[in-house]
């Protein structure tokens, strides 16, 4: 794993000093490589290609970077793991996943090179020959590239944000338009970036770039796949759960090959539990496994990973945190996400991928789960809910809706004090209530179950689904298509990365993306409950007992943090004149910090979104 730069100035303009702008790209994600820097350069052409090293696989020297092809002809800098490198016709004994790549791009090119390739990875390929540049990155998204242009013409691109702020020739324009994105999603998705200029490489892609143009090639289609698999469901129940528990050992096997200690998360739930249970099946040691706990019982999953981890016999290491190790780390979060960010669960991914780092190099989680085999409640409820609300004509549902927002939420909690049995937050149920009416179509009502916000336009246009697919594959197919990348894995990759620690998803190999539209519904979702077909192969492993619990979400408790621990930093960021100074309403936002101090309301996740963009900001704005 490591971080790589770049940067192309092919009309010469910003004269010869190649090495100290790539140095500059590359010391600014030391971080994702602290073990070793390189670099090329060729002032002829105008371009430097940077490095920055954590050694995983071939340790030696004879992995480093940037690696050129033997016949001259490529230069890669590559950021990844190939886990099928060693089957691969040019593997030779004693080479790393990079040789073994760069040379199957020079004798078989790029397009017939992808398909073959199982892993998660993100490089630039530079072909000598021909003068273009090949930025390519991973059929998920599990690792990020950012490309774009300096003002005055120059390519740049990087792991990360932080890599292309380290130019000097970039100036770092924020994108005007990505506000209202943000805080619709609490995340920025692929199609979207905070400066203008600048893009990210969408999963299954890769940009070509020459002096003259540019060109984005899809090498692997999520439609197609989705398309394939619903078209040709396995309709045998047992050789459903036969073949995904082959795939799932093999992924898991794949991605335990490594030159340094590796252990994994274990968060108690369904995906993390399988994912270490199949490692410490194949394993003749103990498997090291990671957890943290809270003392509030509403966020700790920590009795569960430890009483499987026991069962299983795992090398278990759990911390419990408090409310200073939540608070120290909050300041600083955005020194990690090189975009606003604001999925909360970031701050408890990046604390276990801190324990973790003590003892190991590379951990395995069972992101991707949920997504592939129906983990989310969204999923259950959203058809059912759908469905119920379809029975009422449009046109009347709209009438209610404009009646029910008229009053405020204030307004429905006051007369609701009037009544006995008034349910909580009553009057911001009402409000959501009155979104959902207005839905037209099951994705437009599910549109609306992943907003932050209701009231915000910020959300755009959904790519077409496959018409083959069921409800919950539509569902599946969008979260896939952005969800993941832009949530989970972006948080993932960010919390890890920061302290310098390899994370690796075996739920998200290719082939498990594949089976996934395969597996009828029923085997994924019935009767309230959802990844039937991962808890039936767990069971083989682990006593249900262990794992059979409503689903509880990774998260900590920031709603109360907010009103106690981080009262006074939130105060800060929410000050009238710096929220004036960031476009936000101030009336609005003021009015809903103070209902929720007051308990009058939960509006956490709206303002954690506020408060990661007043936070980057002056992150950006310090340095």
């Known amino acids: 794993?490591?971080?790589?730069?770049?940067?192309?100035?092919?009309?010469?303009?910003?004269?010869?000093?190649?090495?100290?702008?790539?140095?500059?790209?590359t010391d600014a994600i030391e971080n994702r490589g602290p073990d070793a820097e390189g670099f090329y350069i060729d002032n002829e052409v105008g371009i430097a290609l940077g490095h920055r090293r954590l050694s995983i696989i071939d340790l030696s020297i004879k992995g480093s970077q940037p690696m050129r092809s033997n016949s001259g002809r490529w230069t890669i800098v590559y950021n990844g793991e190939v886990y099928n490198y060693k089957e691969l016709p040019?593997?030779?004994?004693?080479?790393?996943?990079?040789?073994?790549?760069?040379?199957?791009?020079?004798?078989?090119?790029?397009?017939?090179?992808?398909p073959q390739l199982n892993g998660m990875f993100a490089f630039c390929l530079f072909d000598h020959q021909e003068r273009a540049m090949y930025l390519v990155r991973d059929r998920m998204g599990v690792k990020p590239l950012y490309y774009g242009t300096t003002n005055d013409g120059a390519i740049v691109f990087g792991s990360t944000l932080h890599a292309i702020r380290g130019c000097k020739f970039f100036k770092g324009e924020i994108n005007p338009h990505v506000r209202p994105i943000f805080l619709t999603y609490n995340c920025l998705p692929e199609d979207v970036c905070i400066y203008q200029g600048i893009h990210k490489v969408k999963p299954g892609t890769y940009i070509k770039i020459t002096p003259h143009s540019q060109e984005v090639v899809t090498y692997y289609s999520l439609y197609d796949v989705a398309e394939g698999g619903s078209k040709n469901?396995?309709?045998?129940?047992?050789?459903?759960?036969?073949?995904?528990?082959?795939?799932?050992?093999?992924?898991?096997?794949k991605r335990?090959?490594?030159?340094?200690?590796?252990?994994?998360?274990?968060?108690?739930?369904?995906?993390?539990?399988?994912?270490?249970?199949?490692?410490?099946?194949?394993?003749?040691?103990?498997?090291?496994?990671?957890?943290?706990?809270?003392?509030?019982?509403?966020?700790?999953?920590?009795?569960?990973?430890?009483?499987?981890?026991?069962?299983l016999g795992t090398h278990h290491t759990e911390e419990y945190l408090s409310a200073s190790h939540v608070i120290d780390i909050i300041p600083r979060i955005s020194d990690f996400y090189d975009e606003p960010f604001a999925d909360s669960s970031q701050i408890p991914t990046f604390l276990v991928s801190q324990i973790a780092k003590k003892y190991v190099t590379v951990s395995l989680s069972g992101?991707?789960?949920?997504?592939?085999?129906?983990?989310?409640?969204?999923?259950?409820?959203?058809?059912?809910?759908?469905?119920?609300?379809?029975?009422f004509p449009?046109?009347?549902?709209?009438?209610?809706?404009?009646?029910?927002?008229?009053?405020?939420?204030?307004?429905?909690?006051?007369?609701?004090?009037?009544?006995?049995?008034?349910?909580?937050?009553?009057?911001?149920?009402?409000?959501?209530?009155?979104?959902?009416?207005?839905?037209?179509?099951?994705?437009?009502?599910?549109?609306?179950?992943?907003?932050?916000?209701?009231?915000?336009?910020?959300?755009?246009?959904?790519?077409?689904?496959?018409?083959?697919?069921?409800?919950?594959?539509?569902?599946?197919?969008?979260?896939?298509?952005?969800?993941?990348?832009?949530?989970?894995?972006?948080?993932?990759?960010?919390?890890?990365?920061?302290?310098?620690l390899e994370s690796r998803e075996p739920?998200?190999?290719?082939?498990?993306?594949?089976?996934?539209?395969?597996?009828?519904?029923h085997m994924k979702i019935q009767n309230g409950s959802g990844?039937?077909?991962?808890?039936?192969?767990?069971?083989?492993?682990?006593?249900?007992?262990?794992?059979?619990?409503?689903?509880?979400?990774?998260g900590i408790p920031v709603g109360e943090f907010l009103r106690n621990e981080l009262k006074d930093w939130a105060e800060d960021l929410l000050e009238p004149t710096y929220l004036e100074s960031a476009g936000f309403n101030v009336s609005d936002v003021r009015s809903m910090w103070a209902n929720h101090l007051k308990k009058k309301a939960d509006y956490q996740h709206i303002l954690w979104g506020i408060l990661m963009w007043q936070n980057w900001r002056k992150k950006i704005k310090n340095g």
Request: net charge neutral; hydrophobic share 40%.
């Open 1 to 25: 794993m490591c971080g790589i730069a770049g940067f192309w100035d092919y009309n010469r303009r910003h004269g010869g000093d190649l090495k100290g702008v790539i140095k500059g790209m």
């Open 531 to 554: 990844k039937l077909i991962l808890k039936d192969i767990l069971s083989d492993y682990i006593p249900r007992a262990l794992f059979e619990r409503p689903k509880m979400g990774f």
């Open 367 to 391: 992101d991707g789960g949920d997504e592939l085999f129906g983990g989310y409640n969204r999923y259950i409820f959203s058809q059912k809910i759908f469905n119920k609300l379809s029975f």
């Open 507 to 521: 739920l998200l190999d290719m082939r498990l993306v594949e089976i996934s539209f395969q597996i009828p519904d």
């Open 256 to 311: 335990m090959i490594s030159d340094v200690p590796i252990g994994a998360f274990l968060s108690g739930g369904i995906d993390s539990s399988l994912v270490v249970a199949l490692m410490q099946s194949q394993s003749t040691q103990p498997v090291s496994t990671f957890s943290i706990g809270f003392d509030n019982p509403k966020y700790n999953e920590a009795p569960y990973a430890k009483a499987i981890a026991q069962h």
């Open 90 to 114: 040019t593997y030779q004994p004693g080479d790393s996943d990079t040789r073994v790549i760069l040379e199957m791009f020079d004798h078989y090119g790029l397009d017939q090179t992808l």
């Open 233 to 253: 469901p396995i309709t045998n129940d047992q050789d459903a759960k036969a073949q995904l528990h082959t795939v799932l050992k093999d992924a898991v096997s």
């Open 394 to 500: 449009l046109f009347i549902r709209q009438i209610i809706s404009h009646l029910l927002k008229i009053p405020s939420v204030e307004c429905y909690d006051r007369l609701c004090g009037w009544a006995p049995k008034c349910p909580n937050l009553f009057g911001e149920k009402v409000h959501k209530l009155s979104h959902f009416l207005t839905s037209r179509t099951l994705l437009d009502f599910y549109e609306k179950c992943t907003y932050i916000q209701q009231n915000h336009k910020g959300h755009h246009q959904l790519p077409p689904y496959p018409p083959s697919l069921s409800p919950l594959q539509m569902m599946e197919f969008y979260d896939m298509l952005r969800y993941l990348p832009s949530d989970i894995l972006t948080k993932v990759d960010r919390a890890s990365m920061a302290v310098s």
